[in-house]
Nanobody
Framework: QVQLVESGGGLVQAGGSLRLSCAAS????????MAWFRQAPGMERELAAA????????FYADSVKGRFTISRDNAKKTVYLQMNSLQPEDTAVYYC????????????????WGQGTQVTVSS
């Protein structure tokens, strides 16, 4: 079992930055691929970024590539999402998720979820 708790969301102006954190509890954090998904109102939940258990491999959706950076600290059991150059279309609830396997880019591939944190970008 893995419990995930996100923090760091909020309201920011276009062009600004936010850093999301996701604290995990439970065993073997480094065994899990960690990802950030996001869901805007009326839209499906979509993957923003993922990081391998070691932290050496990352994956980004095209929509966030070059602006967002995912990282993890296995000693602290925490995964981060640094979001720069935020735009109104980045407004969504952001969810942290964990999976046992790399290469899963849909929500169905993830076993554990946080409660989500709201990110709102004003124009």
């Amino acid at each position: 079992q893995v419990q995930l708790v996100e923090s760091g969301g909020g309201l920011v102006q276009a062009g600004g930055s936010l850093r999301l954190s996701c604290a995990a509890s439970g065993r073997a954090f480094s065994d899990y691929v960690m990802a950030w998904f996001r869901q805007a109102p009326g839209m499906e939940r979509e993957l923003a970024a993922a990081v391998s258990g070691s932290g050496r491999t990352t994956f980004y959706a095209d929509s966030v590539k070059g602006r967002f950076t995912i990282s993890r600290d296995n000693a602290k059991k925490t995964v981060y999402l640094q979001m720069n150059s935020l735009q109104p279309e980045d407004t969504a609830v952001y969810y942290c998720a964990a999976s046992r396997r790399w290469g899963r880019w849909s929500p169905q591939g993830y076993d554990y979820w946080g409660q989500g944190t709201q990110v709102t970008v004003s124009s």
